[in-house]
């Protein structure tokens, strides 16, 4: 690490803070769980998301990645998948909005769920991993060690970025969900909106190209 200036970081950190920051189905899904089920499940997802994200670290330093790119048919057939799941979880939104409101507590929903989904938002993203393929090479400093070795060190540090900037997310999110779970229509035009949120984003990953 001490191949590299204190501009290579200062450039690498910032655009990691923006990058985790900007929305997506990653960051809609984290705050979905925040806002309807509590804290608890929103860093349960946030998790999850993260362990998907790794998976597509691992993929762009052993070089993976790049046969997605170039694979038009693998290609399309994870954004698909993506993009069907996420469908899937706006309509499963809007039919939770016709429920009785859940308690924050441990029993609502199962963990194991809410971590394997975020585990599926964030793998099922071809977008993700072209990004990171696009990205990270771009911080690959000759002579500081092998390429595959850093392109792991960057897309660890950019979720080690998340754990930073995402967990105050999850918790304003709790907070404001708390105070708005007496009220039944809040609580059911914010189910809506996620749901409708879902549903965009899987219908923008549908019709993305690379």
């Not at 070089?63 to 698909?80: D, I, P, T």
């Not at 996420?86 to 039919?95: P, T």
Request: charged share 10%.
């Amino acid at each position: 690490m001490f191949s590299y200036s204190m501009t290579h970081w200062a450039t690498f950190l910032t655009a990691a803070v923006l990058l985790n920051i900007t929305p997506g189905p990653d960051m809609a899904y984290v705050l979905a769980h925040s806002l309807r089920r509590g804290r608890r499940a929103g860093f349960i997802a946030m998790g999850g998301v993260w362990l998907g994200a790794f998976v597509h670290v691992v993929l762009a330093a052993l070089g993976l990645s790049a046969l997605l790119a170039s694979s038009a048919l693998a290609f399309a057939l994870v954004k698909y998948a993506g993009a069907l799941y996420l469908l899937w979880l706006g309509i499963q939104a809007w039919r939770a909005s016709a429920d009785p409101m859940p308690q924050a507590t441990a029993e609502s929903g199962s963990a194991r769920s809410t971590f394997g989904r975020g585990v599926l938002v964030a793998a099922l993203n071809p977008k993700v991993a072209v990004f990171f393929l696009a990205f990270l090479p771009q911080f690959v400093v000759p002579g500081a060690g092998p390429v595959g070795a850093q392109l792991f060190l960057h897309g660890c540090l950019i979720i080690a970025v998340a754990a930073l900037v995402e967990p105050p997310m999850v918790w304003f999110a709790a907070t404001v969900a708390r105070r708005m779970r007496a009220n039944a229509a809040m609580q059911r035009w914010l189910d809506r909106a996620l749901g409708s949120l879902f549903i965009a984003l899987g219908l923008r990953l549908a019709t993305a190209s690379r």
